[in-house]
């Protein structure tokens, strides 16, 4: 409801069923850690407000193992919890993030945020397309 | 010195409160107050909405428990309608809500208070959390992750989502519920009862490592309210309201919703946002009165399920009955899990619960309806009055933590003063008071929904404690 907000999700209803299971969240919560364990690439995707508009940024998630945490859980507590309690983790695991331009009332994307999520789709598509082996790094 | 300690915020609940412990010169505890900091609102901003709009408004009050507000909202409109809804319409609802419990309860136990039980009250802050759980014992981090998994994955597979399902409406549910649903969920139904039996196993030893806090945490005679089937039974959907003494004994009985105004009445604080609620025919604050489920427990003779009564059977053989101690809160949560599980399946093997009749459909035939359920946290009333559009001209909630105000705040001092000792202040003894409001799990977005007459203080505290200055409307 608040405009380019809704990247992440947008992004996640652009990516094609047969690539990867996606689950689409307003928040990451403990019960995706089951999910998260079984995995063997994780690809977040996300609204970013500390970079500039409608840019595409990749990173790489390393999980935080130690974290104290209250009721806001990040990708890397999230892949650390599902390596504690689950005794597995992925491979690996990436956040995409897409610059907002606005965040105004609304429930649809700006067009150039539109065109933001099919960039960060078509980032996550590559990522688990290429797929990722624990021994001999990317194919 | 007289001095103040501040415990804000309370951590690892939902909403925002914060604790103030009043030292006296003696450094004996004078005072200890549980203060509400949040403003919602919705009993206001609903005005002039269409009636049939509050169950999806209400239900925005919170992202934990929006079914509750739903199924009890909705249950307002259909006395507006003047309508009996279909049997199978009450049974999904029923089914919806049971759900709804499951995965709250999970949340409450394992994530909220078991790192307190498994880690222990004194353990380090930095350990006490969720992940503290996941490196001591991972199977109770995947149990509770799976209950509530569970709890979620009903709620989205009966209504569409998991949070804010717009399925109950004013009438029943807005569709029937599909044979392949229906089978899903049955097959989930068995994880969860191994998970809590695995639980339960693990618990009743641990809850015994904690004879000082069961002896301090809210421990003192109060009424009990809540909803029962009229038979004794456990009930969460619908039933006669029922009020319960200190000694067990039933003080008042099949309590009418519309009647509330009659025996419930709410008290402004001017130091939090949250009103106080109590039994009117006692006064107040006499007429404090607990909700939820230790209260659910002491108002029947038995769950109604096998499992669930057995481990209840066993809970009142150790403690007693009533069950006074807000510490076994904990211990009513993983008994109710138990029964709305098997409540569940019981619910599910009846054939008709795929009927398609799940909607009555009418137009505004009272100008004011009433609404009760159990929530998770204890038993949830709206009340609305319409015009002859149907358009809401006013709305009253009273929410299962506004029911235990008074309950947490007494709590709060006991804790204080048994644990806050000659002023001295341990990180073990800051967390009980935490943990004594914990174990009510309250849910502060909900019950802070109140606008009008705003209980405004500021207190302006010096860096020694000294109360410097007071601004208060």
Known sequence: ?139 | MAHKILIDPVTRIEGHAKVTVQIGDDGRIADARLHITQLRGFEKFCENRPFYEMPSLMARICGICPVSHLIASSKACDAILGVNIPANAARLRRILNLAQILQSHALSVFHLSSPDLLLGMDSPAEKRHLFGVAAEAPEVARDGIRLRQIGQQIIELLGGKRIHPAWVVPGGVSAPLAEEKRDQIQAMLPDGLAALDRTLDRFREIFQRFPEEMESFANFPSLFLGLTDGAGKLEYYDGPLRVVGADGNVVANALRPEDYPKYLGEVAENDSYLKSAYYLPMGYPDGIYRVGPLARLNLVTHCGTPRADHELGALRTFAGSPLASSFHYHHARLIEMLHVIERMQELLADPDVLSAHVRAFSEPNCEEGVGISEAPRGTLLHHYKVDRHGLIQWANLIIATGHNNLAMNRGVKQVAEYFVRDGKLSEGALNRVEAVVRAFDPCLSCSTHAAGQMALRIELVGSDGALLDCVAR
């Open chain 1, 1 to 139: 409801m608040r405009e380019d907000d809704g990247l992440g999700c947008r992004a996640a209803e652009m990516m094609q069923p047969e690539d990867a299971d996606v689950f689409t969240c307003r928040q990451l919560t403990p019960e995706l850690a089951a999910a998260v364990s079984v995995a063997s690439i994780v690809v977040f995707l996300d609204a970013s407000v500390s970079q500039a508009a409608f840019t595409v940024a990749v990173h790489a998630v390393d999980p935080e193992l130690t974290a104290a945490w209250s009721h806001h859980l990040t990708p890397a507590m999230l892949v650390g919890l599902a390596a504690r309690t689950y005794g597995a983790r992925p491979a690996a695991a990436f956040l995409i993030s897409g610059g907002v331009g606005r965040l105004g009332w609304g429930a649809e994307l700006t067009s150039a945020a539109e065109r933001c999520a099919t960039e960060m789709a078509a980032a996550a598509s590559r990522l688990v397309k290429q797929r990722y082996d624990p021994t001999t790094g990317w194919r």
